[in-house]
C-alpha cells in the first residue's frame, strides 16, 4: 500500500518483556546491584516470581496500549512467572487483542527454579511446566514461539526439548543469547541447535563468528541500563532487529538512542544503520504491513527522526480498523486501564516486599 511521507506501517517491537510493564515504582533491592546477575536476581527475578494471572494481564494490557501510543502495532513478547506459569499465555494474548494490538508471544522456559546453579544440570520440574505452557498455547492456535530464558539458566536437557518442541510446531526459539559475561558461552552450547527462524535477543558478548543461526535482536537502552556492554550490532552477519527488553515499546525513541549510541561507537555511522534494524522487525512479523500509522512529524525519514524528538501517532489503523483517530483510541477506555493497571501494581509491589 501507499503510504504518504508522515505514514509508516505499523511498527514492531521485536524483543519485549510485557509483564515489566508494571515495574515502575517497585520495591528497590537492599542494596545497589554490582553485576549483571546481581540485577536479575534482586530486581528481575523477584518481579517475575512475585506474577500471578491477574497481575499478569493488567501488565500485559498496559504494556499494549503504551505500544499503540507510540506507534507499536506489533509485540514479540517473551514471558517469565515461575509461580504463575499454566495460563499465563492466553492472559498476554486476550489483554493485547482487547487492545487491538498484535500479540506473539511465548513462555521463558528456564532451571533457574529452584537451582542457583549456572548452568544447571539437570531439567526440573519448572522448565518442564514452562515447555507444557509454550505446547498448550502453540497447539491451541496461539500465535507464538518457544521460549528461553537463557542458555546459563538451562540444562542442556531443557536446551534440547526447547529446540525440539519449536520444530514440532514449525515456530522458532525466543531466548535471551550472551547478554551477559554469566551467558557468554552460549554460542558454544547452542552450535548445533539454532535455526534461521530463532529470536536471539542482545548478543553483547557473542564473538563476530559466533555461528548461530537467528536473527540477533538489538536492545540499547536495556544494553545500558544494565552495563553488560555495547552489542556493536553491526559486525553481525544475521538479521539484526531491534527490541526494548521491557522499557515500553517506543520504536522511535528506542531508534533514536540506538543511533546515538551508535554514533558514540562510530563518529561516521549513518541513522539509516539502525532503521534496517526496524525493517527487520517488519520480517519478523510482517502483519504490521497490514497497519498505517499516521505521525505528528511531517517527514518519517531516518535522518529527520534521528534529531527529532517528541515524534507521536495521531492515528491507527490497524487491518482496516480504526484504533486511534486525531490522538485518541478509539478501542479502550486508557485511563481505566491505567487505574486498574495501578491498583495491579500495588498488590504486585505487596508481594515483591514480602520476599524479602
Partial sequence: MDLAENQTHGMVCAHHHLYSSLARGMPGPQSSPRSFINILQSIW????????????????KLGALEALESGTTCIIDHH???????GS?????????????????????????PSANFPPKSMTEGARRG??????????GGTGMVGLHAAFTCSNETLDHAAALAKEFNVGVHTHIAEGQ???????????????????AHGVHLQNEHGLKGAII?????????????????????????GTDGIGADMIEEFRLGYARLREDD?????????????TNIALF??????????????MDSWHLAFSTGVKPTDIVIAGKVIMKEGVLMTVDAEEIRSKASEASTRLFKRIDDQS
Avoid at 517469565?80 to 499454566?86: F, Q, T
Avoid at 515447555?131 to 491451541?140: A, I, P, S, V
Avoid at 563518529?267 to 525493517?279: F, H, Y
Fill in 45 to 60: 527475578w523477584k518481579l517475575d516470581q512475585a506474577l500471578d494471572l491477574e497481575t499478569i494481564y493488567w501488565s500485559a
Fill in 80 to 86: 517469565e512467572s515461575p509461580n504463575a506459569i499454566e
Fill in 267 to 279: 563518529i561516521t555511522a549513518p541513522p539509516t544503520d539502525i532503521w534496517k534494524m526496524l525493517e
Fill in 218 to 242: 538489538h536492545n540499547p537502552r536495556s544494553n545500558m541500563n544494565n552495563s553488560v556492554g555495547y552489542a556493536a550490532p553491526k559486525r553481525f552477519d544475521n538479521p539484526v532487529g531491534l
Fill in 286 to 299: 510482517p502483519e504490521c504491513q497490514e497497519d498505517i500509522v499516521t505521525w505528528s512529524y511531517p517527514k
Fill in 131 to 140: 515447555l507444557d505452557e509454550n505446547r498448550r498455547y502453540l497447539n491451541e
Fill in 89 to 113: 499465555l492466553d492472559m498476554i494474548s486476550t489483554a493485547c487483542n482487547e487492545v487491538g494490538i498484535r500479540v506473539n508471544t511465548c513462555y521463558g522456559v528456564t532451571d533457574r527454579h
Fill in 182 to 200: 554469566i551467558d557468554s558461552d552460549a554460542a558454544d552450547r547452542l552450535q548445533d541447535t539454532t535455526q534461521d527462524n530463532w529470536i536471539l
